[in-house]
């Protein structure tokens, strides 16, 4: 059973930052994609960032969060983050993580973290 654990959410006020963390419960991070997705009150879920398997050597973001949030793997530590810089009150939402074989797909995977809030706000 996989399993992924995210971590590394909280209040922060707008421009501030955060590091989100995923990882992985009992299998090996190394060959799975590993999406970024979140879920404000209302709204739909909407993908964030992906990061490709392996070498993690293509990266994706929104529109939305483009220049402002980072991506990165370190399969040794099984783990991948998400930095977030320059936050908006907009970023609030329920950030999961998920893993698939590519990133293509890891919208549709059944391998879901539990969620971490984030909430931007003064």
């Known amino acids: 059973q996989l399993q992924l654990v995210e971590s590394g959410g909280g209040l922060v006020q707008p421009g501030g930052s955060l590091r989100l963390s995923c990882t992985t419960v009992g299998f090996s991070l190394d060959y799975y994609a590993i999406g970024w997705f979140r879920q404000a009150p209302g709204k739909e879920r909407e993908g964030v960032s992906c990061?490709?398997?392996?070498?993690?050597?293509?990266?994706y973001y929104a529109d939305s969060v483009k220049g402002r949030f980072t991506i990165s793997r370190d399969n040794a530590k099984r783990m991948v983050y998400l930095q977030m810089n320059s936050l908006k009150p907009e970023d609030t939402a329920v950030y999961y993580c998920?893993?698939?074989?590519?990133?293509?797909?890891?919208?549709?995977?059944?391998?879901w973290g539990q969620g971490t809030q984030v909430t931007v706000s003064s």
């Open positions: 998920a893993a698939d074989g590519d990133c293509t797909v890891v919208a549709g995977t059944d391998y």
């Open positions: 990061i490709s398997a392996r070498d993690g050597n293509n990266t």
